[in-house]
T-cell receptor, first 112, second 107 residues
Framework: DAGVIQSPRHEVTEMGQEVTLRCKPISGHNSLFWYRQTMMRGLELLIYFNNNVPIDDSGMPEDRFSAKMPNASFSTLKIQPSEPRDSAVYFCASRIYTGELFFGEGSRLTVL | RKEVEQDPGPFNVPEGATVAFNCTYSNSASQSFFWYRQDCRKEPKLLMSVYSSGNEDGRFTAQLNRASQYISLLIRDSKLSDSATYLC????????FGKGTKLSVKP
C-alpha cells in the first residue's frame, strides 16, 4: 500500500519565488497535518485538517504561508514569497481519527 | 509556546545500557501520548503509544504520569540500532511534538 506521498522531495529556489509543496495522504485517512522541521525549532505543527476542513492554523508563521485541501486525497502548502528562513524540511502526515500518524518522506526546501 | 519539552541530549551510552527519557507537557487537556523515533534524514515513525497504566513492548517501556504531566520512555539492553532521535507527542486533536532527544549507542 502507498504511504503518504510528498512532492517535490527537494527544492532549491531563490528568495522571493513562490514555492508549492504537495501531499497525497493515505487513502481513507481523514486527518492531514503539515509540519516544518529545523534543527533549531524541531518539528513544528503548521496546520491540520479534519475531513478537508482546516481546524488549527495557529502554527502558520505568517501570511506568506497558506495551505489548502480541496479534496480528501490532495493538499498543498504554499509559500509566497519565500525567504531564506523558510529553509527546512516540510513533512505531511495523515491518520484516521485518533490512530497512528503516518509521515511522508518530507520535502527539503532551500531558499537562497 | 512550546507545549511539549524534552531534554535534547545527546545521550551517549554503551551497548547493553538502560537509558530513560522524560518529556513534560503543559496542556493538561492533552488526551493521548506517543513516542516516535526518527532516524537521521528520515521521517518520524511511531515507536509506541503511551497508556495511563504504562505499557511495555519488548525492551521498551512507556509511562504516563498525569499528575506531574510527564511521560517517559525506558530502553533496556540498548542496541546499536537504537541510535536515533526520540520524539514525544501530546495530542488534543492536534499533535504537538517535542524537539526530540538524540540517543547514540556505542559499541
Amino acid at each position: 500500500d502507498a504511504g503518504v506521498i510528498q512532492s517535490p522531495r527537494h527544492e532549491v529556489t531563490e528568495m522571493g519565488q513562490e514555492v508549492t509543496l504537495r501531499c497525497k495522504p493515505i487513502s481513507g485517512h481523514n486527518s492531514l497535518f503539515w509540519y516544518r522541521q529545523t534543527m533549531m525549532r524541531g518539528l513544528e505543527l503548521l496546520i491540520y485538517f479534519n475531513n478537508n476542513v482546516p481546524i488549527d492554523d495557529s502554527g502558520m508563521p505568517e501570511d506568506r504561508f497558506s495551505a489548502k485541501m480541496p479534496n480528501a486525497s490532495f493538499s498543498t502548502l504554499k509559500i509566497q514569497p519565500s525567504e531564506p528562513r523558510d529553509s527546512a524540511v516540510y513533512f505531511c502526515a495523515s491518520r484516521i481519527y485518533t490512530g497512528e500518524l503516518f509521515f511522508g518522506e518530507g520535502s527539503r526546501l532551500t531558499v537562497l | 509556546r512550546k507545549e511539549v519539552e524534552q531534554d535534547p541530549g545527546p545521550f551517549n551510552v554503551p551497548e547493553g545500557a538502560t537509558v530513560a527519557f522524560n518529556c513534560t507537557y503543559s496542556n493538561s487537556a492533552s488526551q493521548s501520548f506517543f513516542w516516535y523515533r526518527q532516524d537521521c534524514r528520515k521521517e518520524p515513525k511511531l515507536l509506541m503509544s503511551v497508556y495511563s497504566s504504562g505499557n511495555e513492548d519488548g525492551r521498551f517501556t512507556a509511562q504516563l504520569n498525569r499528575a506531574s504531566q510527564y511521560i517517559s520512555l525506558l530502553i533496556r539492553d540498548s542496541k546499536l540500532s537504537d541510535s536515533a532521535t526520540y520524539l514525544c507527542v501530546g495530542s488534543q486533536g492536534n499533535l504537538i511534538f517535542g524537539k526530540g532527544t538524540k540517543l547514540s549507542v556505542k559499541p
